[in-house]
């Protein structure tokens, strides 16, 4: 049955009235109108979100519309024109990159680009051979020819040999031609006979034509070496004022450094002696080959023939020295010189050279000023038999003679004889003055004190003898004047005089090192642990072993060549375990010595210490006996500041360990 459809009425005119009734009256819509406005916003969503994505792309930078009638708009480019043009960008990056490569960074157009260098050793010792490296390289694109290099050499330098012939003297020389990348070096062979300290300068120049060029092109490098020393060492002692006419000496010393002696090395030398023009001097040598060491380290059993240290004359003021050599005891040359004549400022001058070929290469020097003193009366002052300047030692006794001696036509009468000794070493109170009188730093005597002085005649001489001690050793006398300074002076009529001409030698005496050695036997140690075997007493035909311990202490100066020895008695074997915290530590079975070759040792070394064992197995005719294990062991060295030898020596020690208060509880030494 069909249904008619109602048409509704709408009346849409405009309602005065509001408020609930006329909300309440409103018609609700049905399905149909519902969807129907659903679909309409749909729509206008749309709608907006199309004009949003064209305001997008029709917009200024601003975000405002653009006017699409003035728009240009531009035709799309074809890829593959797109792909040209990168292309062409890209190639322009590569080519610039390629220009700045060649230009600034890749050398190998750089015909100035060549690298060139000279090495050498930073120190050697003199006549030390060794090796100059030239390095040099071709980074170039260009074949480098027509290679020269130029060495110019330290003034001392002596040539031995090179890689490549030269083709002017010793330092031209003419180098294969270098191709690119390619890498080459020459070396040159010699050395330096210089002073000490000497610094030493090379340079090496380096010219070549690259490639087809016609300019030549320089390179140069340089390297300097230092002379730390001689491979040994040198002391001298000469006196500070001479007397014309009479007889003086100058003493040299040779001995071991730190830096042995090797081959090639100045194991043979001259000593050259100039004085100023007009001194008339005269020069002998009064002695040589003096060996003041006890030990060496030259082998026994070597069957190499040793070549004995020698000074032989070559020509006048100069003598010919050989045979230095590594494990050289230290040796002393003496020469007597005479001056005739006074000059004033007189000086002379003592060398150590080499010759080779016509030159002399000089190594060591010396200048000595001395006075020159013209008296009739002469007077000489000696301090231990020596009239030279020379080291002393804290706590030894200074031994002084005064010799006098009337050269002249007249007699002296009444004479007054001064010593005048400086120094706050000085131990004042121990002195033995020889009968005179002291009066400050001054010792006189006259005819009071001896007879002698009442009448000096012409060629009379005579002799005063006294006796000082230096102070030992005190940490309170750093800071003060270590040096004894001595000299001796005349006057006539009973009355001091003070001058030049009646005044005697000086002897300048610097203080050595403070150096001591403690030696110690014992069979238990500090800690009373037991470092010794066998029997105690010791029996007879049965083995007690004792640990020997060695302390050395040393103060003030540093010290050179410094070494202990222990002689063994001829019932005393060495039993090993040796310790050592410098140096090393040897037995010596020709010697039957145990040798502590100690060596350098600086001042901020303190202490040094060593041990080791020794045994003894007793014979029948020892028993009851207290046997001798160390007759004292001695120690030497030479002080680096004063040039003196120092020498110690331990007292002796017996089976009865003086040092080892455990072991003496029940142990009387004597052999049972």
């Known amino acids: 049955m069909a249904s008619a459809k109602k048409n509704k009425i709408i009346d849409t005119e405009k309602k005065l009235e509001s408020g609930l009734a006329s909300f309440v009256e409103r018609p609700v819509p049905d ?4 969807e129907d406005f659903e679909r309409a916003v749909r729509r206008e969503v749309k709608d907006r979100e199309i004009d949003s994505h064209l305001l997008d792309v029709y917009s200024d930078k601003k975000g405002k519309p653009v006017d699409v009638g003035r728009m240009k708009i531009k035709k799309k480019r074809h890829p593959l024109l797109s792909f040209l043009r990168k292309l062409s960008f890209f190639a322009l990056i590569i080519l610039v990159a390629y220009f700045v490569y060649d230009n600034y960074i890749d050398k190998s157009g750089d015909i100035s680009a060549m690298k060139m260098s000279l090495s050498g050793p930073e120190k050697v010792i003199a006549g030390e051979e060794f090796t100059y490296l030239v390095e040099y390289s071709n980074p170039t694109k260009y074949v480098l020819s027509e290679i020269e290099l130029e060495m110019q050499y330290p003034d001392n330098f002596v040539f031995v040999s090179a890689s490549i012939s030269p083709i002017s003297g ?29 610094a030493n300068l090379a340079v090496a120049r380096l010219s070549y034509l690259p490639g087809s060029f016609s300019s030549r092109y320089t390179k140069e490098s340089s390297v300097s070496t230092i002379i730390s020393g001689l491979g040994f060492s040198v002391d001298f002692e000469s006196a500070s004022a001479i007397f014309v006419g009479s007889n003086n000496e100058l003493k040299l ?19 050259a002696f100039s004085f100023k023009d007009g001194s008339g001097a005269e020069i002998d040598l009064a002695t040589s080959s003096v060996a003041i060491a006890s030990s060496t380290n030259i082998s026994a059993s070597s069957s190499e023939e040793v070549k004995p240290f020698s000074v032989s004359k070559l020509a006048p003021y100069v003598w010919q020295v050989g045979g230095m050599r590594q494990g050289m005891d230290r040796q002393e040359a003496v020469f007597n010189y005479n001056i005739k004549q006074k000059i004033e400022d007189f000086s002379a001058k003592v060398v150590l050279r080499r010759r080779i070929g016509e030159r002399d290469y000089i190594f060591w020097e010396r200048e000595i000023k001395p006075e020159l003193v013209s008296s009739d009366l002469n007077l000489t002052v000696f301090v231990n038999g020596s009239k030279n300047d020379q080291p002393v030692d804290f706590g030894k006794e200074l031994n002084y003679s005064i010799n006098y001696s009337n050269k002249g036509s007249k007699t002296y009468q009444d004479v007054v004889i001064m010593a005048v000794v400086s120094g706050d070493l000085v131990d004042w109170s121990s002195a033995d003055l020889g009968g005179g009188i002291k009066n400050g ?5 006259t005819k009071n004190e001896l007879s002698e002085l009442s009448d000096i005649n012409s060629n009379e001489e005579g002799e005063i003898n006294f006796r000082l001690k230096m102070r030992p050793y005190d940490v309170n006398l750093l800071g003060q004047d270590t040096a004894i300074s001595s000299y001796a002076q005349y006057g006539v009529g009973g009355k001091a005089s003070k001058g030049e001409g009646n005044k005697s030698n000086t002897i300048n005496s610097p203080i050595n090192s403070d150096l001591s050695l403690r030696e110690e036997i014992r069979y238990f140690d500090n800690d009373n642990v037991p ?10 035909g049965e083995k007690t072993s004792f640990r020997v311990y060695w302390i050395l202490e040393n103060n003030l100066h540093e010290l050179r060549e410094a070494k202990a020895v222990f002689s063994l008695p001829a019932y005393v ?17 020709a010697s039957r010595q145990i040798i502590w070759d100690i060596g350098l040792l600086p001042v901020s070394r303190y202490r040094a210490e060593a041990s080791f064992d020794i045994s003894i197995s007793p014979s029948d005719n020892d028993r009851d006996k207290i046997l001798v294990l160390s007759p004292g062991s001695s120690v030497s060295a030479i002080d680096s500041d004063t040039g003196g030898l120092i020498e ?9 360990l003086e040092d080892d208060d455990i072991a003496g509880l029940n142990n009387s030494g004597r052999v049972q």
């Not at 010393?253 to 000593?271: R, T, V, Y």
């Not at 730093?441 to 005597?445: C, G, V």
């Not at 110690?648 to 009865?656: D, Q, W």
């Open 573 to 589: 074997s060495f039993a090993g375990k040796e310790t050592t915290d410098v140096g090393g530590l040897r037995y010596d079975s």
């Open 31 to 34: 399905e149909d109108e519902v």
């Open 531 to 540: 470092v010794g075997s066998g029997p105690l007493p010791p029996k007879v």
């Open 253 to 271: 010393f040779f001995s071991e450094s730190p830096e042995s002696l090797s081959a090639g090395d100045l194991s043979d030398f001259e000593i």
């Open 170 to 198: 010793n330092s031209g020389y003419k180098l294969p031609d270098l191709q690119p990348g390619e890498k080459a070096s020459f070396s040159v062979v010699g050395n330096i006979i210089n002073l000490p300290d000497s």
């Open 441 to 445: 730093n001054t010792i006189s005597w």
């Open 648 to 656: 110690r020596k331990t007292s002796a020690k017996t089976s009865k």
